[in-house]
T-cell receptor, first 112, second 111 residues
Framework: SQTIHQWPATLVQPVGSPLSLECTVE??????LYWYRQAAGRGLQLLFY??????ISSEVPQNLSASRPQDRQFILSSKKLLLSDSGFYLC???????????FGPGTRLTVT | GQQVMQIPQYQHVQEGEDFTTYCNSS?????IQWYKQRPGGHPVFLIQ?????EVKKQKRLTFQFGEAKKNSSLHITATQTTDVGTYFC???????????FGAGTTVTVRA
């Protein structure tokens, strides 16, 4: 069966510090991968998605970037965090032949 | 992405009662998915609707896609405390890769 891992679960970072969040998927090949951000009590905002290694589509221009160095690895990064980057970051995957997305447990980021 | 509006934003329900949450679009949708997010958790896929007028049931949950494919609804009967959470509708985009999530309906249940 497929599983999706995200770490860390929680993170507190000062403004201006770098960020690296990692997401890995097990049990499937060539998944579509997604990064979402959810502000407290709000909906999900799609940040990036990837349909293959090295292929990244950005949905919202900001100080975040994403990379997919391996088929089942998706990384979200920032060189300098802003207060507005605080939120719940969710990684998700889907296989091309099905419709649903499966979400990881998420990382709660607080920028202080 | 395709924009949808979910109403109500909050729903406070007495245990045992029924309620409905709605997802409305100004444009025709190719299909729509529903997700549930428990407090502190991550979204979990519930269902996908594709056909005009489609109705699907999952135990006490009934999902419907409008005839014009511009709206969808989720009806829960005999609400239980396990129904607490936020329910999101999410239309798929034309390029098939992306979902656009509505703002969600957050449900609380009074025992």
């Amino acid at each position: 069966s497929q599983t999706i891992h995200q770490w860390p679960a929680t993170l507190v970072q000062p403004v201006g510090s770098p960020l690296s969040l990692e997401c890995t998927v097990e049990g499937t090949s060539n998944p579509n991968l997604y990064w979402y951000r959810q502000a407290a009590g709000r909906g999900l905002q799609l940040l990036f998605y990837s349909v293959g290694i090295g292929q990244i589509s950005s949905e919202v221009p900001q100080n975040l970037s994403a990379s997919r160095p391996q088929d089942r690895q998706f990384i979200l990064s920032s060189k300098k965090l802003l207060l507005s980057d605080s939120g719940f970051y969710l990684c998700a995957w889907r296989i091309v032949t099905t419709a649903e997305q499966y979400f990881g447990p998420g990382t709660r980021l607080t920028v202080t | 992405g395709q924009q949808v509006m979910q109403i109500p934003q909050y729903q406070h329900v007495q245990e045992g009662e029924d309620f409905t949450t709605y997802c409305n679009s100004s444009t025709t949708l190719s299909n729509i998915q529903w997700y549930k997010q428990r407090p502190g958790g991550h979204p979990v896929f519930l269902i996908q609707l594709v056909k005009s007028g489609e109705v699907k049931k999952q135990k006490r949950l009934t999902f419907q896609f409008g005839e014009a494919k511009k709206n969808s609804s989720l009806h829960i009967t005999a609400t239980q405390t396990t129904d607490v959470g936020t329910y999101f509708c999410a239309p798929r985009s034309a390029n098939d890769y992306k979902l656009s999530f509505g703002a969600g309906t957050t449900v609380t249940v009074r025992a």
